[in-house]
């Protein structure tokens, strides 16, 4: 199996990689979250809007109801009036019929008598056209009607019969009033900030109360206008809810707007309450919410990105911090290690495996042409043997520990290993290559004095580099004959040998 | 200029004519019972055109305001009397409640009976007058059933002190001495217009009938003497039956039914008040005649038969200005005001002449959307 390398790189493309996954995750999540959370709300908007509409459209259809109630009793209580008034003249019953207006606060009140002459405050008049209930010879009962009068004005007309009332010596058959649909709608207008709109009307869609039912079906015929923008099926619903008077609702998209209406009947009248409200008005409005929301939950998520951007970066800093710091102890402690295995405990010199290490190298340069001067010297330490045996051990460390510093002394232009027992070796190049001839002669003319004052002895031995050399080890073995040549020369001196 | 437009223009500078002519002759003879205008039984085929409108959206002006007049005094009491108990006079009684509020607003309290037979009858009309009379009314209004029976008895009423005048659809005798009318005062006009659109629609040649209302009652008369003159001016075109239903639809329905029995192939049917063509649209309807309807007013059944194509067209009356304008003049009479200044001696209202295109126009207007 092939091994990953883990690079900074790498560490930091996995974090970012990381970091991009999450935030994706995150921004999915919540965008998701929200538009579950806004369907969710349509859902719930609708279920709530039809039951607000239900509400509505039944709280205006009872207000119509209790106006009716109302005026049917105030009927019944007028007829009291007459009873207790002896009224001898018409301008007396319409003196009666003003005051009765004027105490019940009525609108339209008049009398009727057998013969279809209808009586008001200020006029006497034929209605036998002119009021549909009037159209029964006998009225037995209660009568709620519409009158559409001339002009398109529409009118409620409530009536009841009024048994045994005689006046002037006339029979009067009924009693009513009229009440002008407009009135109504002062009654049931309250404000609710224009959100929902009501008309009422009659079974067969007629807009009675000339109340816009919103913007699309205005005015017009409900049931005509709906057609256009619901199936058959639906129409159908709708169409029978209202002639059979009952209670319902629908729901319908106009010009790019869900509009939803509920229809109440008011009893007894063959009227319809209809209450509407836009959709729109209320999606806006949880539009609007859902906007915050999510205007919110943006910066939100960008604060979460930017934070944990930093937060990452300011870890990856870390990481990279502490990294370098542990690279760095490691590379002194290799170091450390690297420079105990490379120096010679004695001397504190480079030791053999130094020498082997510096060799390979230069091996590597003269076999890539890159090295053109060397100069190999091999020092031997004459009497070491003579030394440590006659001596001790420490007079041969002290000896060696000269031979060293000797070494160095002279060469201090030179790479100095010890790499043996008693040798040592020396690489000249650059400068030290250059004055090898004036450092090697010092040296020797250092030993020679030494050997005068019993002071320590070295064999040194030198080659260069030559053309055909493929490794430093030619030039060193021929350097190393040449320091053997000199350490007869030596002996023959005076100088101790092992020998 | 468009021809509607000129056609305007002309009935105004009419109007304005007339007007200026009336109350010269107010102010110079005081009293005068001169009509002036064309009169009834003049043809208009060559006089001035009647002040009628081509616009449906002018057909009735619902939006009147009393005039700068002050009453003299805060309490009126009126009678008005009409041919027949119907809707078309339902439409004038809501212009006289109109003003008859406005005056209310002012302080000026304007009683009034307003009263009708449920048949058309001149001897009912003249026994209503005559009680009336008996009472302390200040001023009689009267739509005219017979301008024979009734022209008379108005002047007797004058003679004897009462105001009188006449109002609506019926205007009285020339002579009659009556102290103002505000009504219909074209009549002969309006049969003739529906007439020529008839015989235009017809191009000229062809059978026709004339349904008219009560016998003697001047507007319908005066229609039917319209088209009559009409007719006469065709050669190709024959007048094979005149019918009165008696305000009935029921008997314009019956008689419609019989003209077709006989005439077959007729082709046209000229209707000369409010029950005439929804009983001759019924029958024509009911015998798949293609027999075409002109006749007047703005009956809903016939509204329905106007938008259906089954009546080719409508006179509609402007009843609401009718009843608004009555009550106002009746006020002004009852300070003892004549025709002059305040008022002309007829108040002159329009006629619009309708068509199917105008149907659900007027429909709306009027009745709003009964459906």
């Known amino acids: 199996m092939k091994k990953i390398r883990i690079t900074n790189k790498t560490f930091v493309l996995t974090a970012a990689i990381g970091t991009f996954i999450i935030m994706l995750t995150v921004v999915i999540l919540t965008v998701v979250s929200s538009r579950r959370t806004i369907r969710a709300t349509e859902d719930a908007v609708y279920s709530v809007s039809s039951f607000y509409l239900d509400a509505m459209a039944d709280r205006r259809a009872k207000t119509i109801m209790n106006l009716i109630k109302n005026n049917f009793e105030l009927l019944e209580k007028s007829l009291g009036f007459y009873e207790d008034e002896e009224i001898k003249d018409q301008d007396e019953l319409r003196h009666t019929i003003g005051k009765i207006k004027s105490l019940m606060s009525l609108s339209r009140y008049a009398l009727v008598d057998e013969d279809n002459l209808v009586y008001t405050q200020y006029t006497t008049y034929t209605g036998g056209t002119r009021h549909e209930f009037l159209s029964a010879d006998v009225l037995k009962d209660k009568v709620i009607s519409t009158v559409y009068l001339y002009g398109s004005s529409k009118q409620l007309c409530l009536a009841i019969p009024t048994e045994n009332l005689k006046i002037m010596g006339k029979r009067f058959k009924a009693v009513f009033v009229q009440i002008d649909i407009k009135d109504i709608v002062d009654l049931l207008a309250f404000d609710d900030q224009g959100r929902t709109s009501f008309a009422i009307y009659s079974k067969n869609g007629e807009n009675l109360s000339g109340t816009e039912l919103g913007p699309v079906v205005s005015t017009h015929n409900i049931l005509d206008t709906v057609k256009k923008y619901i199936s058959g099926e639906e129409w159908d619903k709708f169409h029978d809810g209202f002639m059979k008077e009952v209670q319902g609702s629908l729901s319908f998209t106009a010009d790019g707007a869900g509009e939803t209406l509920c229809f109440v009947p008011i009893e007894g009248t063959g009227w319809e309450m209809v209450v509407l409200i836009r959709e729109s008005v209320i999606q806006d409005r949880i539009l609007g919410i859902s906007q915050r929301n999510l205007s919110s939950s943006r910066a939100q998520i960008i604060y979460i990105l930017a934070a944990m951007l930093i937060f990452a970066g300011i870890l990856l800093l870390e990481i990279r911090i502490i990294a370098k710091k542990r690279i760095e102890a490691e590379q002194e402690n290799t170091n450390a290690f690297k420079s105990m295995a490379n120096t010679d405990a004695l001397t504190g010199i480079r030791n053999k495996h130094a020498y082997a290490d510096t060799e390979a190298g230069l091996d590597r340069m003269i076999k890539d042409g890159e090295l053109a001067e060397l100069a190999v010297l091999v020092c031997d330490i004459n009497g070491l043997k003579y030394v440590n045996d006659n001596f001790g051990h420490a007079a041969g460390d002290k000896l060696i520990k000269d031979a060293s510093a000797l070494i160095c002394e002279v060469f201090k232009h030179g790479s100095v290993f010890r790499i043996g027992g008693d040798e040592f070796a020396v690489l000249l190049q650059g400068r030290g290559y250059e004055t090898r001839e004036e450092t090697i002669a010092e040296f020797n003319r250092r030993v020679e004095e030494n050997l005068t004052k019993n002071e320590v002895v070295v064999s040194l031995g030198y080659s260069l580099l030559g053309e055909k050399d493929t490794r430093v080890h030619d030039a060193f073995e021929r350097a190393d004959q040449m320091m053997y040549v000199r350490k007869q020369e030596l002996k023959s001196m005076g100088a101790k040998t092992r020998e | ?371």
């Open chain 2, 1 to 371: 200029m468009s021809q509607g437009k000129e056609k305007k223009h002309i009935r105004a500078a009419a109007t304005v004519l007339s007007c200026a002519l009336l109350v010269l002759s107010g102010i110079l003879i005081p009293g005068c019972t001169d009509k002036g205008g064309p009169g009834k039984n003049e043809p208009i085929l060559s006089g001035a055109p009647a002040p009628n409108t081509d616009d449906a959206r002018e057909a009735v002006n619902f939006h009147h305001n009393l005039d700068g007049y002050v009453p003299k005094r805060d309490h009126y009491n009126f009678y008005f009397t009409y041919k027949t108990v119907h809707s078309w006079w339902d439409a004038v009684a809501l212009g006289m409640e109109d003003a008859q509020r406005q005056f209310l607003e002012k302080g000026v309290v304007v009683t009034y009976e307003y009263m009708a037979p449920l048949q058309a009858s001149a001897a009912d009309q003249k026994e209503r007058l005559l009680a009336a009379q008996k009472e302390d009314y200040d001023v009689i209004g009267v739509d005219v059933a017979d301008e024979d029976v009734i022209s008379p008895l108005l002047d007797e009423m004058i003679a004897s002190g009462r105001k009188v005048m006449t109002f609506s659809s019926s205007d009285a005798a020339d002579d009659c001495k009556r102290i103002a009318y505000v009504g219909n005062t074209h009549n002969y006009e309006d049969g003739a217009e529906l007439t020529e659109a008839l015989c235009k629609k017809l191009d000229y040649k062809g059978k026709v009938a004339i349904l008219v209302g009560s016998v003697g009652a001047p507007c319908h008369e005066d229609r039917a003497n319209g088209a009559k003159d009409v007719i006469a001016k065709y050669k190709d075109m024959t007048i094979v039956a005149t019918e009165y239903d008696m305000d009935s639809v029921d008997l314009a329905y019956d008689l419609t039914k019989t003209i077709l029995m006989n005439n077959p192939d007729l082709d046209g049917i000229i209707c000369c008040n409010m029950s005439n063509p929804v009983g001759a649209a019924r029958a024509i309807t009911e015998a798949k005649s293609d027999a075409v309807i002109v006749g007047m007013d703005h009956d809903k059944e016939a509204l329905r038969y106007l938008a259906d194509g089954v009546i080719y067209c409508l006179g509609v009356q402007d009843c609401y200005s009718i009843g608004f304008d009555t009550l106002q003049v009746a006020v002004k009479i009852a300070d003892g005001n004549l025709p002059g200044e305040l008022f002309p001696e007829k108040t002159v209202e329009i006629t619009t002449i309708i068509y199917q295109e105008d149907a659900a126009f007027i429909f709306e207007l009027l009745y709003g959307d009964i459906g």
